[in-house]
């Protein structure tokens, strides 16, 4: 079980705008920011959002991070066949005194 | 640009230690944070620690009576051991560098390496 709650999975049509939540506490995404990874199959994880909203360089601004209270979302718009991936949210955790990530969300491009 | 490579045995046998080298190119061991993660098959990620500029040491609780994270100044590489392995340790090993600020108000892991397979097995 993992610390933070993501769905198991989620679909949308190329062009949609499809959004992945990630539930926490107080002691996590309550008190800490949230980054957000994806993972293409076969591949390491790559940094998407970090600080809650910022993107690396190279990341398309189709891509978006919020967060409110304990929780926090990825937002894709303008969906393409290349973002079928798992994605990862994680934040560091007061309690645990370490870094704790979601179980993952896959995402299927229909 | 910065980059990870992991390195070590990809087969251990049950209740020997596991020991993975990561190698770090275009940046210090000097400064950040570096961490390793992994991945069982067809499963999610897992923290597992990490080693400070400072050389301070954090280690996920279900794992640190087992773990052992350092660093090799004069290579620039750290580390990691995992003692008395069982089947439920075969994953993938990822190292990454973690960039955070001391208060740990944000901590991210902004450059990972390909990862390595470790399977444990008799």
Known sequence: QSVLTQPPSVSGTSGQRVTI???GSSSNIGSKTVNWY???PGTAPKLLI???NKRPSGVPDRFSGSKSGTSASLAISGLQSEDESDYYCAAWDDSLKGQVFGGGTKLTVL | QVQLQES???L????ETLSLTCTVSGDSIDNNYWNWIRQPPGKGLEWIGYISYTRSTKFNPSLK????ISVDTSKNHFSLKLSSVTAAD???YYCARGISK???????MDVWGKGTTVTVSS
């Open chain 1, 21 to 23: 939540s990630c539930s």
């Open chain 1, 38 to 40: 994806q993972q293409l």
């Open chain 1, 50 to 52: 970090y600080n809650d």
């Open chain 2, 8 to 10: 070590g045995p990809g």
């Open chain 2, 12 to 15: 251990v046998k049950p209740s």
């Open chain 2, 65 to 68: 009576s087992r773990v052992t």
């Open chain 2, 90 to 92: 075969t994953a993938v």
């Open chain 2, 102 to 108: 001391v208060d740990k108000s944000y901590f991210y």
